[in-house]
């Protein structure tokens, strides 16, 4: 009897151990997301530093004027939550990740656990919980960026400023575990549901554990799955993963030697990374004053429009099992196994009104087969009654070959420079 009950406990406690990790079915409705928006942004934005790592090698002087004088100088007044989260629901994001606390500690919520938080600035508002407020009327996922590894903690205790140093590891530094628990449980409880969050640590188990015994529906990114940062992987990659990437250089508001990647590059970085099975979270960085800077605001937009044409092609889709790429086209596949997506990239000068032809060596049609073009009709190009722009295909023996036409006008200089996509319903892959 002693035996069975030892062997029962042992089953219970494997089972509850086990289970402080993601829910495979929550891993794929975030796969199924495709597109997020990071947002960077802490006290040292007003100083167009990089985000808290100015700290690491400072003198004392530049450490205690950071933590003791940079607060009082900090006045968001143009933030305006309501109109961010209309400006990322409107680019066709699921969710946003917003970094509630940084690695220097300071924390953008109203906190009982430090006075180095938003509270004890000229502004003075709980700006996490006003964003998070604006993105669920939004229907946004609600995302946590939270670093374990805490400067102000680390400086307090009297140890270096380091992320590399044995005491800024949690799994080392028991005070700065319990620390971050607190800071965790306050985040859970005041401000949730949270949907996401995004652990930025070297050694992240044992936060990753306790978030999941708080709240078994939160889907954890960076800690539980590969998130490359700054990069794409070379090939298709399992889900769940997440590729970070910021718009210019640099993560958070950068006023000066900024050079930003053009909408038309995040578009088909996008597209990359959905066909290569990812996420893409698409990093910002306010300005100080709370505005989103209008290069930022300027690529949202151009990004917003491709989406709104084409996000059927990058939401709920899955890998082409068969091939990622070929030439200057890119896929992925619908729920319904037999229907493709087609992201043909790098066409020049292709004119409203305008056919291209297109040959797929992966697919074979079907009797059923159907060709269309995301976003438009394929009934009329304006201005040119002549013209039909219906899309057409013909299987030969080894290809199938698309006819297609930009119809839409989008620009008013009918030529729009982002990709098209195709959609092929009820067609064959074919393994090569």
Known sequence: MRFKLSVLLFLVCTTAFTQLKNQPHLEQDFMDMGFGIFVHWS????????????????????????????????YPDKFDADEWARLFKITGAEYVVFTTKHHNGFCMWDTDTTDFNIMNTPYGKDITGELFTALRKQGLKVGVYFSPEDFSFLNKQGELISRNSTMSQITENEDLLEYDKKQVKELVNNYGPIDVIFFD?????????????????????????????????NTAMPGPWETCMTMGTQWQYKPTHEEYKSGTELIEKLIEIRAKGGNFLMNIGPKPNGEIPIEQEERLREIALWMYVNEEGIKNVRPVPTIVKDGAMWFTKGTDENTAYVFITGQKDWFKGFRRNFLLKNMKATIYTNVSVLGQNDLVVEYWPENTPTSRYIQHKDLLEISISRAQRLYNDKVWPNPIVVKITNVEFIKK
Request: glycine residues 4%; proline residues 6%; charged residues 20%.
């Open 43 to 74: 006290l040292d934005s007003q100083l167009g530093s990089v985000i808290s790592h100015s700290l690491v090698g400072a003198s004392d002087d530049y450490v205690n004027r950071y933590f003791n004088e940079l607060p009082k100088t900090f």
């Open 201 to 233: 640590a070297f050694k992240t188990s044992p936060i990753v554990k306790y978030v999941h015994s708080l709240d078994s529906n939160i889907v954890v990114t960076r800690g539980e799955m590969k998130t490359p940062e700054q990069n794409i992987p």
